[in-house]
């Protein structure tokens, strides 16, 4: 191992600052892994890193990407969870391993304050790795960290979801997508919205249960409320933000739950709906590493494999980053190893 190509990018410069390069294969210390790694997914938040637009010190170079699998080939000294052979994943926040969410973890969340994982070798600690499940491959693998990951959040953390409850997945990306899929795994009827007839209709051929389409509906939220009998959904996934609250404050039943995961869609949020409506506002920053063991366990034990929208190769890495920019995706975008 004398090379490891290695991606940075410069914040602020978009796509364009993205440039491969090569640098030594790193040395895991006390406590760390080697891992070869084999696959990596985009999320909305790569886009951000690039554009220098995501609202967290970054230093002038990072590599990027928090999504990916691969391979522990080397163990540091007092290495005892895993083993050299393990398929892993490293999770979203390298610190956070269960219980709440402490301030310090932020500082840990990988290609953001420190370096992702866009490269054919990194080092990670071993706390910060979970195994793959068994019957998924890297490239399904790589789409867990982070929208696999906050969609389990969401759903089954704090105020889990039950046979049948209803629940309302905004838009037809990773997290809405995962989000789908992990409802019905539990018996949850699920409905989406989308702004492309075309998506809806490959939404409802994974189980949606009912599909708006909230560019020719601009009540798209009492048309969700309707699709329930009048009494609301019991918990809403938005992948939006301020922009859309007021439509899913009226999809919602009294006392619901928006789990916000994202704030794609700016505007203003009417206080005094949310008191008056008793409904609960949880933000959602992906997970622990309790919940990706969690997660990983429910997927082994259902099957369930992940919507892979396009693959590109390592080599062609900007692509990916422009493809996802164009937003035609339903599902993950991947990027493999060979």
């Not at 999320?43 to 691969?70: I, K, Q």
Request: hydrophobic share 45%; net charge negative; with cysteine.
């Amino acid at each position: 191992m004398t090379q490891n190509r290695t991606y940075t990018i410069q914040p602020g410069k978009g796509v364009a600052g993205l440039q491969l390069e090569d640098r030594p294969v790193p040395t895991p210390g006390r406590g760390q892994v080697l891992l070869r790694m084999k696959a990596f997914s985009l999320n909305f938040r790569d886009l951000l890193m690039v554009d220098g637009l995501y609202p967290v010190a970054m230093p002038e170079r990072v590599v990027p990407l928090s999504d990916g699998a691969g391979e522990i080939v080397e163990l540091g000294e007092g290495c005892n969870r895993l083993a050299v052979g393990d398929r892993v994943c490293p999770i979203f926040m390298q610190s956070w391993i269960g219980g709440d969410m402490a301030d310090a973890d932020a500082g840990s969340a990988l290609g953001g304050g420190i370096d992702g994982v866009l490269a054919e070798y990194i080092v990670v600690d071993e706390a910060g790795l979970v195994r793959i499940p068994a019957h998924m491959s890297y490239a399904d693998a790589s789409t867990l960290p982070c929208a696999a990951v906050t969609a389990w959040n969401a759903l089954y953390g704090k105020e889990p979801i039950q046979p049948g409850s209803t629940v309302l997945a905004l838009g037809t990306g990773g997290v809405a997508i995962w989000a789908l899929q992990l409802a019905k795994a539990g018996g949850a009827k699920v409905i989406i919205t989308t702004s492309s007839d075309a998506k809806g209709e490959r939404a409802s051929a994974m189980g949606a249960d009912h599909v708006v389409n909230y560019a020719k509906d601009a009540d798209w939220g009492a048309s969700v409320r309707a699709l329930t009998g009048g009494r609301g959904v019991d918990k809403v996934v938005d992948s939006a933000g301020p922009g859309t609250m007021a439509q899913t404050m009226a999809a919602l039943r009294r006392g619901g739950e928006i789990a916000m995961v994202g704030v794609i869609a700016q505007g203003t949020i009417d206080p005094l709906a949310i008191l008056v409506s008793g409904l609960l506002v949880r933000g959602i920053m992906v997970g622990s590493r309790q919940h990706f063991e969690n997660l990983a366990a429910a997927l082994e034990t259902h099957g369930i494999a992940p919507v892979i929208d396009r693959s590109f190769p390592f080599e062609k890495a900007g692509d990916a980053f422009e493809y996802l920019r164009k937003a035609s995706h339903l599902g993950k975008v991947v990027i493999e190893l060979g």
